[in-house]
């Protein structure tokens, strides 16, 4: 069952969810805005090493082809209920996918959540822009605990399962 | 919770969901296949910006189809008008298309 947007409102005053910073304009019927925080990962061919561009206020133009790692400015979360992790239409209409194959999020997560994003066409995106909509389920059973391996996450985060690229593979980029 | 293709058929009967036009044979287990309208648009600028409105042109989709190509993004229409005041409705592709 999905939670509509006054349970999520009543879950956070509970505690059961966590959205921080929140604000109440960004309620949906069923999900709550989220904005995207203003530092990238752009991944290179290899997929182990990346720049790290910090977005300025006039914007950074995403390129076809390519991988990027973002994520939301908010800490989001909740011990109870299962998030998804869901574009927006208006967005999705200009040719921005997110988290295509894995928008699963676990229970008991509570981070800044990791965006994959990639474009089709060539497209300006912004700092704290409303980039997509994360949708609260009720689950049925009983809990697992989550095994915490994305759980805490600051920042975007590249894939855990291989050792990833040296410090010295880091280039920083301002857009 | 999801519906089986059972409750689908039910509530658009009782008018809980709109699907128009409706066939029963495009039913699945938990889902309903709905059909690609004949209109598309395409946007003008090849870069795009999400804070400006990105200037749109109609592309006419004949009866012996359109070639999508890569590095372009096409905008259909669903052929069926379709929604719900109780459901939550979820977009998905097929499998089959998916492949």
Known sequence: MILTGNEIRSALDRGEIIISPFRSDWINPNSYNYSLDGAILQM??????????YLQPSGFT???????????AEIIGSRRYITTLLGRSSLGRLGLFLNV???????????QWTLE????????????????????????????????RYHGDVG???????????????????? | MILS????????RSGE???????ESQLGPNSYDFRLGDRCIIYQNHELDSHTQNPTADIAVGCDGLVVKPDRLYLFNTLEMMGSTKFVPIIRGRSSTGR
């Open chain 1, 44 to 53: 290179h061919d290899n997929l182990e090493s990346y720049d790290l561009i």
């Open chain 1, 62 to 72: 995403l390129r076809p082809r390519t991988l990027y790692l973002a994520c939301t």
């Open chain 1, 101 to 111: 194959t894995a928008d699963l999020g676990h229970v008991g997560c509570e981070s």
């Open chain 1, 117 to 148: 994003l990639t474009v089709v066409q060539p497209l300006r995106v912004y700092p704290g822009m409303r980039i997509g909509q994360v949708a609260f389920w009720e689950q049925l059973g009983r809990a697992m605990p989550y095994g915490g």
């Open chain 1, 156 to 175: 975007p985060r590249p894939n855990k399962d291989r050792t990833l690229a040296a410090a010295s593979h880091l280039r920083t980029v301002n857009s």
């Open chain 2, 5 to 12: 293709g059972i409750a689908i058929a039910e509530a658009v």
């Open chain 2, 17 to 23: 969901i709109v699907i128009e036009p409706f066939s």
